[in-house]
């Protein structure tokens, strides 16, 4: 085989397959390059039983309402930092929340007490929207993941109702 000819074998075998496995590899990761902090537009985040949302917050308009153990409705003004947001943001990318399916669980009809969670990011570019039902039974890991985010943004929450101070 003349030296030209090892060098086309090389690049068939080697650097071709090279390419390919880059273009798998880091297409899902530039596709979702769009969500940057710096895009950032709004979050909602609705919770609840069954589709009943009646607790909600909307980082928008800073409307935050929700139920407290004496079933009352209690409906607050709070707008999140920028740290606040930042660190959600942070999260959401080291937790994979981009790559959530949009829905984890099934709506399920045989129990009335299922807790819902609807969380919501808007970028200027994308939006990603993912509905987490409290009865899932799939994917132990993707079960832990969105419900660690669940808590993160719960704390978020809490923390900025304790500095409004309301």
């Not at 075998?13 to 798998?24: E, G, H, K, L, S």
């Not at 596709?31 to 940057?36: G, I, K, L, S, V």
């Not at 009646?54 to 999140?80: C, M, R, W």
């Not at 299922?114 to 919501?120: A, F, K, N, Q």
Request: with cysteine; charged share 25%; proline share 4%.
């Amino acid at each position: 085989m003349s030296s030209r000819g090892k060098k086309i074998f090389l690049a068939i075998t080697i650097i071709v397959p090279m390419i390919i496995y880059c273009y798998i590899y880091y297409k899902p990761i530039i596709q979702n390059a769009p969500f940057r902090k710096k895009d950032f537009v709004s979050m909602e985040y609705k919770w609840g039983i069954k589709d009943t949302l009646e607790n909600h917050y909307n980082s928008a308009t800073g409307e935050y309402q929700y139920v407290n153990g004496a079933d009352s409705v209690i409906k607050k003004k709070i707008f999140l930092k920028n740290d606040d947001i930042l660190y959600m943001h942070g999260k959401a990318n080291e937790i994979g929340l981009w790559n959530f399916p949009d829905t984890i669980g099934k709506k399920s009809v045989k129990s009335m007490a299922v807790p819902r969670y609807d969380i919501l990011f808007k970028y200027k570019e994308k939006t990603k929207h993912v509905v987490i039902y409290g009865d899932f039974d799939g994917n132990p890991k993707l079960l832990d993941a969105a419900v660690q985010m669940r808590k993160v943004i719960d704390q978020t929450l809490l923390q900025a109702e304790k500095r409004s101070g309301k």
